[in-house]
């Protein structure tokens, strides 16, 4: 396929499973969900960074904002859990985390008519090198932590994750979904859930931002699709793809 995708320009991160028994040691497993949820994270900016220049249509920069707003917010909202309950005893402060709050507020106070896809690209640039260091070195975190309590880990983790689930049923799990990769090193099922919940999702949770959804490289099943707008690679053209 000559259209690039939501794997680069940041590069995703290996999956512990893809090398280690999950099932070892709770610290693997907890890596191991964090890996794929970081990728989610990075495939997120890929995507975004790739198709800002070829939206042009007010309905199109409204729907791309407020997934710009939605990937920030998801982001922001991680890594504070992450530093009030898993990592309490971590540095706190990020070299990335100012330019995530501009993000934010990028997507949530631009209105379509000054959209700029060189700004939204800047802030990004900025931003990226920095996030996806950390999301790696959190991996690696994570499994240095195999000496210690598993269990005790796990009901952090858990607790985190139940938190986590708090958040806007409306964007939150329709981004998440649309963002993971269920083929990615050889094929995945996370995040597990109840049998059904990805038609809930798809037919009930995801329809009030459907617009935005657009955007995304997954479908609701994980599957990787086209990026709606992206330069064809071979031709120079770009290519529109329907939701």
Known sequence: MSKPWAGGPWELIETP???MDVN????????????FAHNSMLRGLNSIYLQAPYVH?????ADLLFFVKALAGWVSHHHVLEEEKMFPGFEKHHAFQPALKRLFAYGAETKPADYNAATLHGIIEEMAP???????????????????????LLKVYKDCEAEAGKQDKNVIPPMVLGLRDVTFQGGNQ????PPLSEWIVH???????????RFLPCDTWGRPRPLALAEDQSSGSVAVFAS
């Open 17 to 19: 499973s893809k090398t």
């Open 24 to 35: 070892s040691h709770p610290a693997v497993y907890i890596a191991n969900e964090m890996a």
């Open 57 to 61: 249509e007010p309905r199109d920069v």
């Open 130 to 152: 920095g996030l996806r260091q950390h999301l790696s070195d959190e991996i690696q975190s994570l499994l240095s932590m195999r000496p210690y309590d598993g269990e005790a």
């Open 190 to 193: 996370w995040p597990a859930m």
């Open 203 to 213: 037919y009930v949770f995801a329809r009030k931002h459907s617009g935005s959804w």
